[in-house]
C-alpha cells in the first residue's frame, strides 16, 4: 500500500488563470487574444503517466468581453479523460472596423497572389520552363523572382 502512495500523486494538470490556447482575432492583422482556464484539474499520476491537454475552441466572434467563454482544455491521462476546464478570454476585444475587414480581405488576396506567383515560378524554374502562354512571348524566369533582372518579350 505504501508502494502506491510513494508512486502515485494527485497533480494539478490544468491551473486556473493559466493561457492554455493563443487565437488569431477574426480580421485584425498580428493580434491574437489568451485564451484562459477557468479552474483546476487534478489527477493521480505517476512518472509514466501520459498526460495529454486537448483545446478546443470554436470560430471567434468579431467581439468578446475578458471572461467569456471561447473553448475548452480537455485532459487526457493514459489516453482517459479526466476532467476539462472552460478557457475563457483573458482580455476582451472589439469588433473590427469595416474599414479594417476590407484591408484584411485585400491584404490576404495580395498575399494570395503572391504566394501563387512564387509558386508558379518555382515550378518554371524546376520545369526549366522559359515561355509563358503562347510561343511569341519569351518571359524569363527571372520576371517573376524577388530581384530585379531584364524581362524581354519576342527575344528583343
Given at each position: 500500500?505504501?508502494?502506491?502512495?510513494?508512486?502515485?500523486?494527485?497533480?494539478?494538470?490544468?491551473?486556473?488563470d493559466e493561457v492554455y490556447e493563443e487565437?488569431?482575432?477574426?480580421?485584425?492583422?498580428?493580434?491574437?487574444?489568451?485564451?484562459?482556464?477557468?479552474?483546476?484539474?487534478?489527477?493521480?499520476?505517476?512518472?509514466?503517466?501520459?498526460?495529454?491537454?486537448?483545446?478546443?475552441?470554436?470560430?471567434?466572434?468579431?467581439?468578446?468581453?475578458?471572461?467569456?467563454?471561447?473553448?475548452?482544455?480537455?485532459?487526457l491521462v493514459n489516453g482517459q479523460s479526466?476532467?476539462?476546464?472552460?478557457?475563457?478570454?483573458?482580455?476582451?476585444?472589439?469588433?473590427?472596423?469595416?474599414?479594417?475587414?476590407a484591408w484584411y480581405a485585400v491584404e490576404?488576396?495580395?498575399?494570395?497572389?503572391?504566394?501563387?506567383?512564387?509558386?508558379?515560378?518555382?515550378?518554371?524554374?524546376?520545369?526549366?520552363?522559359?515561355?509563358?502562354?503562347?510561343?511569341?512571348?519569351?518571359?524569363?524566369?527571372?520576371?517573376?523572382?524577388?530581384?530585379?533582372?531584364?524581362?524581354?518579350?519576342?527575344?528583343?
Amino acid at each position: 500500500m505504501e508502494y502506491a502512495f510513494t508512486r502515485y500523486e494527485s497533480k494539478a494538470l490544468v491551473s486556473q488563470d493559466e493561457v492554455y490556447e493563443e487565437v488569431p482575432l477574426p480580421y485584425h492583422w498580428g493580434e491574437s487574444v489568451e485564451l484562459v482556464a477557468t479552474k483546476d484539474v487534478s489527477a493521480v499520476v505517476d512518472d509514466s503517466s501520459e498526460v495529454e491537454r486537448r483545446v478546443t475552441t470554436e470560430e471567434l466572434p468579431p467581439s468578446a468581453s475578458a471572461g467569456e467563454e471561447l473553448g475548452k482544455v480537455e485532459v487526457l491521462v493514459n489516453g482517459q479523460s479526466v476532467g476539462s476546464s472552460p478557457l475563457v478570454a483573458k482580455e476582451g476585444y472589439e469588433e473590427a472596423f469595416l474599414w479594417d475587414r476590407a484591408w484584411y480581405a485585400v491584404e490576404g488576396l495580395a498575399q494570395r497572389v503572391w504566394a501563387w506567383l512564387l509558386g508558379y515560378s518555382s515550378l518554371r524554374a524546376a520545369t526549366g520552363m522559359t515561355r509563358f502562354g503562347d510561343e511569341s512571348l519569351d518571359i524569363k524566369f527571372s520576371r517573376f523572382s524577388t530581384t530585379p533582372r531584364s524581362c524581354h518579350a519576342d527575344g528583343v
